[in-house]
């Protein structure tokens, strides 16, 4: 390969997002969200809690002696915007916050978890699926007691449940790039609702904003991903933005020359630039959706994500 594409991989590998600073309270709230993962430990067998605990330091990459960080590979805004929400006029009670933070911690633990057990990275002992089974036990009666007998926060629950067992096995509706943004939009429902059951005015407005944080976080480990994804006819972004010639070539690759031609023609064609372009854009709708809905804080913090995104626009 020339310098030029390797220059681009390499970018490709090492693009990243500005990190907003945590503050003292933001702080509390990381080590509240940690602190659910190690109750979910506790309330296993107690011949299981050692070996589970060990199992999340490892799947966290914790080493011993180190801060019991269990979020420590997700980007802050995952879980930033429940403290956003708690702070903002529209929600001056606090009593129900300690159980959306539990149903929160819980939906993005098994995002992850769900996703390594489908593609064998890690096994389907009796470990896992326990932690499986505990952790989609707390996640829904953290639901329903969220919920309670208001029929609207019912059915949005069930709606969203619904749109994350949907697309979680299937691929895009669409096949297109846009298409395949969309559909990460159902994939992370589980993550969705809770904000949306935090905040009852202009959820529309909440929703375009986490979810545009989302889509622009699975762009952009998609290209870090990109070499690995191609060689084993993963079907990411990259894929999807392809024209169809270059898909059956992506799907049917018999010679690593063919690896070589479909990282030229994504260098060649700018869909690799256009992709980094889209990953600001969502960063910068999602900011004004942010503002929208009442939470600049949370607008703020995917402003400063996006920074990086537009230096390297700027350095292509």
Not at 165 to 186: M, N, V, W
């Amino acid at each position: 390969m020339d310098k030029k594409i390797n220059k681009i991989l390499t970018a490709c590998r090492g693009l990243t997002f500005g990190i907003f600073p945590l503050d003292e309270n933001l702080t509390l709230w990381q080590k509240a969200v940690n602190d659910e993962i190690t109750s979910l430990c506790r309330e296993l067998p107690k011949s299981q809690q050692a070996s589970a605990l060990i199992f999340l330091m490892n799947y966290s990459g914790i080493s011993i002696g180190s801060e019991m960080n269990f979020f420590q590979n997700y980007f802050p805004p995952s879980w930033t915007i429940l403290s956003h929400l708690a702070a903002s006029e529209q929600n001056p009670g606090s009593e129900n916050f300690p159980t959306h933070l539990r149903a929160h911690a819980m939906a993005m633990f098994l995002h992850s978890l769900e996703d390594h057990l489908v593609d064998k990275e890690i096994p389907s002992d009796n470990l896992t699926l326990l932690l499986h089974g505990e952790a989609w036990h707390r996640y829904r009666s953290a639901l329903e007691e969220i919920m309670g007998k208001d029929k609207a926060r019912r059915e949005l629950t069930m709606n969203h449940l619904d749109r994350y067992f949907a697309s979680i096995s299937t691929g895009p509706k669409e096949p297109s790039l846009q298409g395949y943004c969309r559909h990460f939009r159902d994939q992370m429902a589980t993550w969705t609702v809770t904000p949306l059951l935090m905040k009852g005015k202009k959820a529309n407005d909440l929703a375009e904003a986490y979810e545009s944080f989302g889509i622009a976080w699975r762009l952009l480990d998609d290209l870090n991903d990109l070499e690995d994804d191609i060689l084993q006819g993963t079907r990411n972004a990259c894929y999807y933005i392809l024209e169809e010639q270059w898909r059956n070539l992506y799907d049917n690759q018999e010679d690593p020359r063919d690896y070589e031609e479909l990282i030229k023609h994504l260098t060649q064609a700018d869909h690799l630039e256009t992709i980094i372009t889209l990953i600001r854009n969502f960063l910068i709708e999602g900011s004004r959706a942010a503002r929208h809905a009442g939470i600049p804080a949370f607008g703020d913090e995917l402003e400063q994500m996006a920074l990086p995104i537009t230096k390297a626009l700027e350095d292509q």
